[in-house]
C-alpha cells in the first residue's frame, strides 16, 4: 500500500497541533453534557435539600446557617419512634414478601403445580393494582368499624368485637406484602428456573434430604437473588408512601415518607415545616443511598452463580404429592387477598349510592350515579388528561435519556472510566430517593429558581418522574445494549455514518422492542404515581391519583371507588401492551 493510501486511512489523526484534538474534544461533549444534565437533575435539588436542612427557616437561600433544624428533630422524642416504626414496617414488609413470593416462586418454577401458566397470571395481575387503591379496597374490608369482613364475622360468629383492624402497623405491613409479592416474584423465579439440575441429582446420589438440599445447596446458590431482593424490599419499605399514608396516617401511625407528606400538606402555614423536613430527609437519605449501593453491589455479583451451561439442561421439578392441593390453595388465596376481595369491594363501592355493606337487599339499589358523577366532573377530566399527556412525555423523555445514557456508559471511549462511571451512578441514585424526597427537593428548587416559573405547573411533575424513573429506564436500556455486539456500530462507522446515524439506523430498531417495554412500564408506573403529585399538586396540575386520594381523604368513597375502577381498568390495558410486548421480545431474541 502507498504511503498516500496509508495517510488516507488514518484520517484526521495526522493532522497538526490542536486540529487533531478536536474530532475527540468533540466527541466528549455529548458525555460532558449528559453529566451536566443528571447533576442539575440530581445533584442540584439533593444539594438545596441539605442546604436547607442547615437553614433556620427551612429555605436554602435564605440567610444564616444553624443547626436549629436538626436540634429540632433529633431532640424530639417522636423522631425516634418515627425511626423505629418505619424500621418495623420496612423490615416487616421485606420478610413477608421474600417468604411468600420466595414460595410461590419455588412453587410454579421447580415443583408439577398444576396450570402453571395460569398460576403465573394470578400471581402477576395485582401489579395493575395499585398499591393505594390496595389499601383503599382493605379499608373498606377490615376497618374495625365499617369493614365488611369484620361486620360479616361478627354477625356470623357472634363476636363482640371487630377481629381485624387494618389501620394499624400489622395491617400496613399486610397491604404492602401483598403488593411487593409480584416483585419478588419475578426476581427470584428466573433465579429458581436456571439452577442446575445436576447438583441437587449430585446432592441426592450422596444421600441428602430435601431440608439439607435447601440449606446446603438452594440457599447458598439463591443468596445473591435473595439478598438483591431484600435490598430492593427494604429501599421500597423506607420510601414507600401509598400504603403507610392510606392506613397509616389517618389514625398518626407514621413512617417517614407519610410524615414528609403531612408536614409539607397538613402543617399550620407549611413554611415553617420546611426545614423539619430537609432534616428528617437528609437523615435517612444517606440510609437508602447506603441500601441502593448494596443492591448494585448485589445484582452484580449474581452473575457469577449463572449455573446453566449445555443444551440439555431441564430444571428437575419435585413431586409435591400430597401437599399439591395445600400448593394450588396458597396460590388461590394470595389470589383472592391481592386482587379479588379488594377489587371487589371498590367496583360494589362505586355501585352503591352510599357506603353499605354487601348484601341481597342492596342488589336493587345499585346505581352508576357516581360513576356518571366522575365523568360529568370536569376537574375529573383534567386530571385524566393531565396524567395521560405527563405519562407519555415523562415517559418518551425517561427513555430517551436513559437510551443516552446506557450508549455513553457502555460506548462511548472518548469518555474517561471515571466519567462513565459518574454517568452511571447518577443514573442509579433516584432508586434510592423516595418521591417525597424528590418532590420537596424539586419544591426547593423551582421556589428559588423564580426565573424558571413552572412550580404549580405539570411541567414541574414531569421533571420529577423524569428523575424517579431514570434508574430502571437506564437499567433496562443496559441490558438490552449489551445484547447488541459492538461490531454492528463498527461495521457502520467503516462505511462513513455518524455516530448519530449509527444510532438511528442500527441501534434504535434493535432495542426497541425493550425501550417500548421500558416505555409502557414508566407510562404505568407515572398514572398510577401519588406522593410526588401530592407535594408538586397545584390548581392546574391535579393527577387522576391525586383528585382519588382528595376524593377518598374528603370522606367520598363511592367516588374515590370509581375513579379507582377505572384507573385499573387503563392500568390492565397498558399491562397487557406491556406484556405482549415483553413476550415479542423474547420471541426475537430465540
Known amino acids: 500500500m502507498s504511503a498516500e493510501g496509508s495517510t488516507a486511512l488514518k484520517g484526521p489523526a495526522h493532522l497538526p497541533g490542536g486540529i487533531a484534538k478536536q474530532p475527540f474534544a468533540m466527541a466528549r461533549l455529548p458525555g460532558w453534557a449528559l453529566l451536566a444534565l443528571l447533576a442539575y437533575m440530581v445533584v442540584v435539588p439533593l444539594g438545596l435539600l441539605l442546604v436547607a436542612s442547615f437553614k433556620p427557616t427551612g429555605l436554602p437561600f435564605d440567610p444564616g446557617f444553624s443547626l436549629e433544624q436538626f436540634q429540632i428533630v433529633y431532640g424530639d422524642i417522636a423522631f425516634y419512634k418515627l425511626v423505629w416504626q418505619t424500621a418495623i414496617f420496612a423490615v416487616g414488609c421485606t420478610v413477608c414478601a421474600l417468604v411468600v413470593g420466595g414460595l410461590l416462586a419455588w412453587l410454579v418454577e421447580r415443583t408439577d403445580l398444576p396450570m402453571k401458566g395460569s398460576a403465573r397470571v394470578m400471581i402477576a ?10 389499601a383503599m379496597g382493605w379499608a373498606l374490608l377490615a376497618s374495625s368499624r365499617t369493614g365488611v369482613l369484620n361486620r360479616m364475622l ?21 397491604v404492602e406484602t401483598l403488593a411487593l409479592v409480584p416483585s419478588v416474584y419475578l426476581i427470584l423465579c428466573s433465579a429458581f428456573r436456571n439452577m442446575d439440575p445436576a447438583l441437587e441429582e449430585a446432592a441426592m446420589t450422596s444421600g441428602a434430604r430435601w431440608p439439607q438440599m435447601i440449606w446446603r445447596i438452594f440457599i447458598p446458590l439463591l443468596s445473591p437473588a435473595i439478598l438483591a431482593a431484600a435490598a430492593y424490599l427494604l429501599i421500597v419499605g423506607f420510601l414507600v408512601f401509598d400504603v403507610p399514608g392510606t392506613l397509616g396516617m389517618p389514625v398518626g401511625l407514621f413512617v417517614v415518607s407519610s410524615r414528609i407528606v403531612y408536614l409539607a400538606t397538613d402543617q399550620s402555614g407549611g413554611t415553617s415545616a420546611y426545614g423539619q423536613i430537609a432534616a428528617i430527609a437528609v437523615s435517612f437519605l444517606i440510609l437508602l443511598l447506603g441500601l441502593a449501593w448494596g443492591y448494585r453491589r448485589l445484582t452484580r455479583q449474581a452473575n457469577r452463580f449463572i449455573t446453566v451451561t449445555g443444551k440439555g439442561f431441564r430444571p428437575r421439578e419435585l413431586k409435591l404429592g400430597a401437599l399439591k392441593p395445600l400448593a394450588i390453595f396458597f396460590v388461590l388465596t394470595y389470589f383472592l387477598l391481592a386482587v379479588v376481595l379488594p377489587l371487589a369491594i371498590l367496583i360494589w363501592t362505586s355501585l352503591t349510592p352510599y357506603l353499605a355493606p354487601v348484601s341481597m337487599e342492596m342488589l336493587g339499589q345499585l346505581t352508576l350515579s357516581q360513576h356518571k358523577a366522575v365523568f360529568t366532573n370536569t376537574r375529573v377530566g383534567g386530571a385524566a388528561w393531565t396524567s395521560t399527556w405527563v405519562s407519555l412525555l415523562a415517559a418518551t423523555l425517561v427513555v430517551a435519556l436513559a437510551l443516552f445514557v446506557a450508549w455513553t456508559v457502555l460506548r462511548n471511549r472518548s469518555l474517561s472510566q471515571r466519567t462513565r462511571g459518574l454517568i452511571d451512578t447518577l443514573s442509579f441514585m433516584p432508586l434510592a430517593i423516595p418521591g417525597t424526597m424528590i418532590g420537596m427537593a424539586l419544591v426547593y428548587v423551582y421556589l428559588t429558581l423564580v426565573f424558571l416559573p413552572i412550580y404549580g405547573t405539570a411541567w414541574i411533575l414531569v421533571i420529577a418522574y423524569v428523575t424517579v424513573y431514570l434508574s430502571f429506564a437506564s437499567r433496562a436500556a443496559s441490558a438490552s445494549l449489551i445484547q447488541v455486539h459492538p461490531e454492528l456500530e463498527e461495521a457502520a462507522r467503516t462505511c462513513g455514518a455518524s455516530t448519530s446515524a449509527t444510532l438511528r439506523r442500527i441501534v434504535l430498531p434493535l432495542l426497541l422492542p425493550g425501550l417500548a417495554g421500558a416505555w409502557i412500564w414508566v407510562v404505568a408506573h407515572v398514572m398510577r404515581e401519588l406522593s410526588t403529585a401530592l407535594l408538586l399538586q397545584g390548581d392546574s396540575n391535579v393527577t387522576v391519583a391525586v383528585q382519588l386520594w382528595s376524593y377518598w381523604s374528603g370522606g367520598e368513597p363511592g367516588k374515590a ?14 399491562t397487557v401492551i406491556w406484556q405482549r410486548l415483553a413476550a415479542r421480545r423474547e420471541e426475537v431474541r430465540s
Open 125 to 134: 395481575l395485582p401489579m395493575v393494582l395499585p398499591p393505594f387503591l390496595l
Open 154 to 174: 361478627v354477625d356470623t360468629l357472634g363476636l363482640e368485637s371487630a377481629p381485624f383492624n387494618i389501620y394499624s402497623m400489622g395491617g400496613m405491613i399486610f
Open 561 to 574: 371507588a370509581a375513579v379507582g375502577v377505572w384507573l385499573v381498568v387503563a392500568m390492565t390495558v397498558i
